[in-house]
């Protein structure tokens, strides 16, 4: 496998992202290509998945090519923040639409959506605002942080929530609908103990 090209400076990106935005189709090549190391970033955190490397590679590349295509500047942010969120949604749906959704990627499940229609997850609560998300996704800490957040700022039955609704510690992913159920409680109880739930954790996170 050759080595990844050296991802684009600001202004180089800017340059390319302006070159295609006029029709320069190579500008496009230009900007895949040298953001295909941002689609190994992502893909490591899948690893472990009874899936081959090359494929999740080939689908978070189209993820990469869909965000390129799609991207826009005038909101201010860097290409590599909204494309690694692109590839992420893009090896999220192959895996759902094999249905090998596991444990590993239960804190991928969406929980909302944002005012622009886009899924929210609840790992989502922990992007630092000034971390470059290329960088975020290679790490471990936050999740680390994330587990030590749950048992420092959430009462016994959120706890117990969040566990069924997310897949934690072992336990199978549910919906309200199933852990009102299993609870004894409202679905729309559930619901609402959950939200105050992922609430406090992203309190944590601004802190």
């Not at 202004?11 to 190994?40: C, H, M, P």
């Not at 609870?183 to 309190?203: P, W």
């Amino acid at each position: 496998m050759e080595p990844f090209q050296k991802p684009l400076t600001t202004s180089e990106e800017k340059a390319y992202l302006e070159a295609y935005k006029r029709g320069d189709e190579k500008a496009k090549d230009i900007l895949i290509e040298r953001n295909l190391r941002l689609v190994a970033h992502v893909v490591k955190k899948y690893q472990g998945l009874h899936e081959e490397q090359d494929d999740l590679l080939s689908i978070g590349t189209i993820g990469l090519i869909k965000a390129v295509t799609t991207f826009d500047q005038e909101k201010g942010n860097r290409l590599a923040s909204y494309a690694a969120r692109c590839i992420h949604n893009e090896l999220l749906m192959y895996l759902r639409a094999k249905k090998k959704t596991s444990r590993e990627i239960s804190l991928y499940e969406p929980i909302g959506t944002d005012k622009e229609g886009n899924e929210i997850h609840l790992l989502d609560i922990i992007e630092g605002s000034g971390e470059d998300t290329a960088d975020f996704y290679t790490k471990k800490e936050d999740c680390q942080r994330l587990y030590r957040y749950f048992d420092a700022a959430l009462n016994e039955k959120e706890k117990e929530v969040l566990t069924l609704r997310y897949g934690l510690f072992g336990e199978e992913t549910g919906t309200q609908r199933s852990i009102a159920a299993r609870l004894g409680i409202s679905r729309s109880y559930v619901s609402r103990i959950e939200k105050n739930a992922v609430e406090k954790l992203r309190e944590c996170f601004e802190e």
